[in-house]
């Protein structure tokens, strides 16, 4: 019994670590209790566990768990997606097999399709290239989002790939490209998400999601079935349709779970393990609908967090003209090349250094130009959110 506890308090911990560290980074959650104990994971304890090899080694086992830790982070690596597929495929191949005849021929056929759909948009997600930019497609790239002025500005180039930087790109550092509509390197999927597979990387997460719940629940109705013929062979409980659970205390409840459990390992070991890493699922999955709702992206919201900060320290002062305005401009298509996109926007953003707004500029009729101080995000424009459904949209169908 101690074991089946042993082994759920393990992997919510798991769950709850992986949680942390994933979600710790992100601007939601970098200020609060998730991301103070995400630092305290990845800056504090590698600090004290290097303090104390010092004292043991002289740092020799620091210099190797840094070399390990280096290839596991900042490398492009097959690792953790080889063992996230045999996590995935063995348990799947596992709870399948043991629970295979005694399952409905609806719940056989549902069991095979949610099994087979996060390996299958995985591989699509992994295989997926045709987000980076290369000089092939870099035309094509440079057409499909407009420079919103405020997090992408026209005319930079990347040094590595020396190439123009298409709006809403990044340079990814560990596969070494430049990726469309950047998102985030995934070490899951090693690849990093972007404009083409995005659509691929939500069906995943959907997929695994979905697949995580419902193997909860199999787990469920074949143990609770195998609780009710003990509980109705051994108990009297009166009439046998009744709940096996009825009348029964919270520790009693407990009790028979647990036994349970270790009558059939497999089934309920795996069910334990997709019911506690389902809110980790759910919740990646949900994170990453929020940034299609926000018209976003994991990248572009981080630096939208460091423009609030600027905003809170009152440096960030915007103009919105128009296109006579005083930022009026022939764009250069080499740099600037049109985009048939649905918003346009003529908003200015301008960082202080102490605190007070540009100097006097005058539009294109000798007025002055007005600077106003930002109180909030909630006045800058978002050149990329169309709305959730058009937001979508170009999520699985990109311009």
Known sequence: MMSIKQVGVAIALFSL???????GQTPACRK???GILSRFIRFKIP??????DAICTGGRLSKYLEISFDYLINQNHPVILVLYLVLLVGSETLFIYTSWSNLPAIHKAFALCSSLAPIFYTFKAVLSSSSTVTP??????????????????????????NFLKPARSKHCSICNVCVAKHDHHCVWIMNCVGQNNISHFLCMLLSLSLLLTYGAYLSY???????QQK???HLDRGPSYKH??????WSHYAAHWIWALGQDFRIGGIGLLALLTAPLAWSMFLYHIYLVWAGTTTNESSKWSEWKEYIEEGLVYKWVGTTTGVFARSKDPETEPPVDWPIHSAQRLFRSENGRPPGTLTDA???????????????????????????LDDVFWPM
């Open 47 to 52: 600090d004290l566990l290097i303090r104390a």
């Open 17 to 23: 670590l992986i949680f942390v560290v994933l979600f």
């Open 136 to 161: 092939r497609n870099h035309r094509q790239k440079m057409h499909s989002y407009p420079y919103d002025h405020v997090l992408f500005q026209p005319g930079q180039i990347c040094r590595t790939c």
């Open 231 to 233: 509980v109705s062979g």
């Open 244 to 249: 096996w659970s009825t009348g029964l205390s």
């Open 32 to 34: 609060g209790p998730v």
């Open 221 to 227: 109705t074949l143990l609770s079935k195998q609780l």
């Open 365 to 391: 009729g000798g007025t002055p130009a007005s600077w106003n101080r930002v109180r909030g995000l909630y006045e800058i424009e978002n050149l990329y959110d169309l709305g959730f459904w058009d937001n």
